[in-house]
């Protein structure tokens, strides 16, 4: 079982920045994929970048390559997403979750989601 708990939104201007915590805890957690995924107004939710606790390994969505950085600090049990050069397309919900079975079965199933922050791109 884990917990995610995921903060830092707000209003920025677009080209400005912004950095989401998530803060995760749960046993064997060091095998744990987190993961950022959002959700605007009227569209289903997406993949942003993803995270491997033990290994650093990420992958991120096209749409936000060049812009975000997803990385982690062992000590804090957090997982950040680095946001610059942010567009009024990055409106959004950003949710945080843990897929606590990737290096088990190979395949991506997050069963754990935070409550969700919002972030607003707008001048």
């Known amino acids: 079982q884990v917990q995610v708990v995921e903060s830092g939104g707000g209003l920025v201007q677009p080209g400005g920045s912004l950095r989401l915590s998530c803060a995760a805890s749960?046993?064997?957690?060091?095998?744990?994929?987190m993961g950022w995924f959002r959700q605007a107004p009227g569209k289903e939710r997406e993949f942003v970048a993803s995270?491997?606790?033990?290994?650093?390994?990420?992958d991120y969505a096209d749409s936000v390559k060049g812009r975000f950085t997803i990385f982690r600090d062992n000590a804090k049990n957090t997982v950040y997403l680095q946001m610059n050069s942010l567009k009024p397309e990055d409106t959004a919900v950003y949710y945080c979750?843990?897929?606590?079975?990737?290096?088990?079965?190979?395949?991506?199933?997050?069963?754990?989601w935070g409550q969700g922050t919002q972030v607003t791109v707008s001048s």
């Open positions: 979750a843990a897929d606590p079975t990737r290096f088990i079965t190979g395949r991506p199933k997050y069963d754990y």
């Open positions: 749960g046993p064997r957690f060091s095998r744990v994929v």
């Open positions: 995270i491997s606790w033990t290994a650093g390994s990420t």
